[in-house]
């Protein structure tokens, strides 16, 4: 009768993409986007050779820096006039 045990096989531990992650930070903006969308913005950014990120970079740059002018704007203005 054959042996019907298997034999111990080392056991690979799953790796963790999120403990290797080196990135400067831990924030990041999102958006949800239907699956339509994903794939032509996917193969949009495959067919110019680049990824979706760096397609973004440019406009989310954009909008970091009016969001801190607006910040910057905003604790500009006296205290006094703040208040409603």
Not at 44 to 59: I, R
Request: one cysteine or more.
């Amino acid at each position: 009768m054959a042996d019907t045990t298997t034999e111990a096989t080392p056991t690979r531990r799953r790796r963790n993409w999120r403990e290797y992650e080196n990135r400067a930070s831990k924030k990041y903006v999102a958006k949800r986007v239907s699956d339509e969308d994903h794939q032509a913005l996917t193969r949009y950014a495959k067919d110019h050779g680049t990824d979706v990120a760096k397609l973004l970079t440019p406009f989310l740059d954009d909008l970091i820096q009016r969001a801190h002018e607006h910040c910057g704007q905003l604790d500009q203005i006296p205290a006094a006039a703040k208040a409603s």
